[in-house]
């Protein structure tokens, strides 16, 4: 993880618990209902021990009870552990205001804070009777503890499935660079050494077109080894790319076959993943070419505004070859579709045209960028 990204994530957390225990605390602090102030130290050093049992409870419950108990679907012992808790809880607050004597000292401040209104004149003084022992049921404290775990239990859920979710994520971002690796490794040794063999054989009958085709091959090539791995590149960049990988291909082919390549003659700079566009082309001339019928493939790239690419793809269709991008051999249209979802979710649409009107199988790709 980038070290800013774990800096935020610390931070928020940081930050989410002194917002926790500062609500937490300013519910313990709040006086009895009817208690004047100043309050006794007693009662802060009651309350503040009271804090710290709540802290103890909610940081168990989060490290230790929710994962091994809550997680594992041991509700039968995770259920009673937390009552534990609160009694634990209850029975601590009731021995602390016994033994720091803090009704009592509630009761003597309010009758010090009677006495002294001046404006009802003086008091005649109330001799305070014997204080019954504190109920261990205590409303507002079984409230708060029961806030505290709910707090804790709820924190521990989210963030365990927030962590999960990055997780996951960056396991798709890792299966998205494998599956590109994986489509560089085949556009590299098959095309690569079929064009070397074309060149070649040019170079015997044209050595001017041969410089040219062992120009664009060299543009190919480093555009996979230097542009892929950033993760985007220009569209410009993405465009010379496929129509470089076109006029290899034509190499290859006879007069028979009818390639079209348009696209627009000012491109608007953006964005794009690399080698986005390459598996639709491939498609079309893996399935789309005959050594004796005529066969036609037409590839179109439009910008209708500065943020959207469209892509166009047909290619004839031949009764032995189905056309597909799912055929074994290529990067296939689902592992496209993964790579777009991932890329672009919600952001792009992918039509399929198995069989067109004029018997062409075509592919629409539109992509906000």
Known sequence: MPL????????????????????????????????????????????GAVLLALMVVFYANARWAVPRLLYR???????????????????????????????ELLAQARENALNV????????????????????????????????LAISTGTTVVQRAQHEAQVRRELE???????????KAQINPHFFFNTLNNIYALTLIDGEQARAALH??????????????AGTTLLSHELTFA????????????????????????VQEVPIAPMLLLPFVENAFKHGVSATAPSRIYIGVRQPDA???E??????LFPERPGSLDEPGGIGLVNTRRRLELLYPGRYTLTVNPRTAHHEYQVLLTLAV
């Open 243 to 266: 129509r470089d990988y076109i006029e290899l291909m034509h190499l290859r082919l006879t007069d028979k076959v009818q390639v079209t390549f348009e696209a627009p003659e000012h």
């Open 216 to 229: 664009r091959l060299s543009r190919m090539m480093r555009y996979v080894l230097y542009e892929t791995p």
């Open 173 to 183: 971002q890792e299966k998205l660079a494998t599956e590109l690796s994986l489509l």
């Open 307 to 309: 943020q959207t690419v």
């Open 311 to 316: 892509m166009e793809v047909r290619n004839t």
């Open 73 to 103: 679907r041991r509700g039968w012992l995770y259920l009673p552990l937390l009552a534990a808790a609160v009694a634990c809880v209850l029975g601590l607050h009731q021995r602390l205001e016994v033994a720091l004597n803090v009704p």
């Open 117 to 148: 209104s001046a404006w009802c004149g003086p008091r005649p003084h109330v001799q305070l009777g014997p204080q019954d022992a504190p109920d261990l049921l205590n409303p507002g404290i079984l409230l708060i503890t029961l806030l505290t």
């Open 4 to 47: 800013n990204a774990a800096f935020v994530r610390h931070a928020s957390a940081l930050l989410l618990h002194a917002l926790i225990w500062g609500l937490i605390g300013l519910l313990l602090a709040s006086p009895p209902p009817g208690q004047p102030s100043p309050l006794p130290t007693a009662f802060w050093l009651k309350q």
